[in-house]
């Protein structure tokens, strides 16, 4: 009996360290990983993270349709992507949530979130969370900001208050976006992600 329990639970272990290992967040300096991998974005285009990718560098946000905190920070990523775009910075959303895709995360209800909100970004399905599993994403909304020679010099959280936007004091992804058009090092590095779990396949 005592063995039983004992091998139960290095099992367990076992099972958590791989689930740890398999979503350990890319280090900062990292190179994007799965550059070529191609997506499915909400107008039927199939892209990949290489195709956006500015000569600034490159905006990938892990979101969703269904979480309170995205929708919280959604009129600011719509900012965020106007100011990418000036800087010369591509910007990509990803839905990574496949074990939900029948409540409200599949391509179709993308397409109808994108066109309700208004989306000026491109807005992409991560079919079985590849992309997110790569870069060790675990919330939505997710944040890693490359520069332009795609090494990741920011990952974390939009800013510093998705409650408020008035409230805002440190608007982390749009700084580095302004410090890498203007060639200057990211100050901030990295914050702790506020959202809600990536819904993985189990």
């Known amino acids: ?7 139960s639970v290095c099992i367990l272990i076992s099972f958590v360290v791989t689930e740890v290992s398999a979503q350990q967040s890319l280090s900062i300096g990292s190179e994007t990983p799965l550059t070529d991998h191609k997506v499915e974005d909400v107008n039927g285009r199939t892209i990949n993270l290489s195709e956006i990718a500015q000569q600034n560098g490159l905006v990938v946000i892990f979101s969703c349709n269904t979480c309170p905190m995205v929708s919280r920070w959604e009129d600011r990523m719509k ?12 910007l990509i959303v990803l839905n990574p949530n496949e074990r939900i895709r029948e409540r ?10 994108s066109t309700k909100q208004t989306y000026n970004f491109v807005y992409a399905l991560d079919k079985d969370h590849v992309i997110a599993d790569a870069f060790g994403a675990t919330k939505t909304p997710e944040v890693f900001v490359f520069d332009g020679s795609m090494k990741l010099v920011y990952k974390g959280s939009i800013d510093d208050n998705p409650n408020n936007p008035s409230g805002v ?3 982390y992804v749009d700084d580095a976006v302004q410090a890498l058009a203007s060639g200057n090092q990211v ?8 959202g809600c779990p990536i819904k993985r396949n189990e």
């Open 1 to 7: 009996m005592k063995a039983l329990k004992v091998i």
């Open 79 to 90: 900012a965020l992507a106007n100011s990418a775009r000036l800087n010369n910075i591509g």
């Open 104 to 113: 409200g995360e599949s391509l179709e209800d993308m397409k109808r979130r």
């Open 169 to 171: 004091t440190k608007r």
């Open 187 to 194: 100050e901030v590095s990295r914050s702790v992600p506020k």
